[in-house]
């Protein structure tokens, strides 16, 4: 079975400062990848996925990620962080099908 | 993108009671799914809806306290039976999206549910 690991439950961050969420992963097969947001009171968005190719994805709102088969990572990144950036942000997988693991999340607090 | 309403958005229960969420999907989906979202924690897969079938539950999840049901391809309800305060959580409905057995799924708002 596949698990997620999110290895930073909280970050706080200045607005305008970079902002990188990191995310390991452990599988024995090959995996698809996620990372949702969500934002207050919200359900969750798909920010981004990587299935295939490419190994640096880009999102919604500037987000990118970068998986690394060797690492078993996929660290998700903004140069810039907005105040609206704060939100839960949820690393997930999936090995060929319906079922998505996730990690335990990591709040962003942008602040002024 | 699909877009998933579902009802209530919240609700405070007491003790005891069940609760019935409902969820509608404005095209039609094989499968539906619901998660749990306990407060602090991640996501748990409570079960998958499929129309036409009993839904097939997760480990840890029973049809007793988890009844759902899948009359058609666009709706699905989900009901919390006997709620203790462990309940309390948000519920959400999902589908799949983009390319299909990937994983990638689009959520509702979810359901935030208080049991007193």
């Known amino acids: 079975a596949q698990s997620v690991t999110q290895l930073d439950s909280q970050v706080p961050v200045f607005e305008e400062a970079p902002v990188e969420l990191r995310c390991n992963y452990s599988s024995s097969v090959s995996v698809y990848l996620f990372w949702y947001v969500q934002y207050p009171n919200q359900g969750l968005q798909l920010l981004l996925k990587y299935l295939s190719g490419s190994t640096l994805v880009k999102g919604i709102n500037g987000f990118e990620a970068e998986f690394n088969k060797s690492q078993t990572s996929f660290h998700l990144r903004k140069p810039s962080v907005h105040i609206s950036d704060t939100a839960e942000y949820f690393c997930?997988?999936?090995?060929?099908?319906?079922?998505?693991?996730f990690g335990a999340g990591t709040t962003v607090t942008v602040r002024a | 993108s699909a877009v998933i309403s579902q009802k209530p958005s919240r609700d405070i229960c007491q003790r005891g009671t069940s609760l019935t969420i409902q969820c509608q999907v404005d095209?039609?989906?094989?499968?539906m799914f619901w998660y749990r979202q306990q407060p602090g924690q991640s996501l748990t897969l409570i079960a998958t809806a499929n129309q036409g079938s009993e839904a097939t539950y997760e480990s840890g999840f029973v049809i007793d306290k988890f009844p759902i049901s899948r009359p058609n391809l666009t709706f699905s309800t989900l009901t919390v039976s006997n709620m203790s305060p462990e309940d309390s959580s948000i519920y959400l409905c999902s589908v799949e999206g983009g390319q299909p057995s990937t994983g990638e799924l689009f959520f509702g708002e979810g359901s935030r549910l208080t049991v007193l």
């Open positions: 997930a997988v999936s090995v060929n099908d319906y079922k998505l693991s």
């Open positions: 095209s039609q989906v094989t499968m």
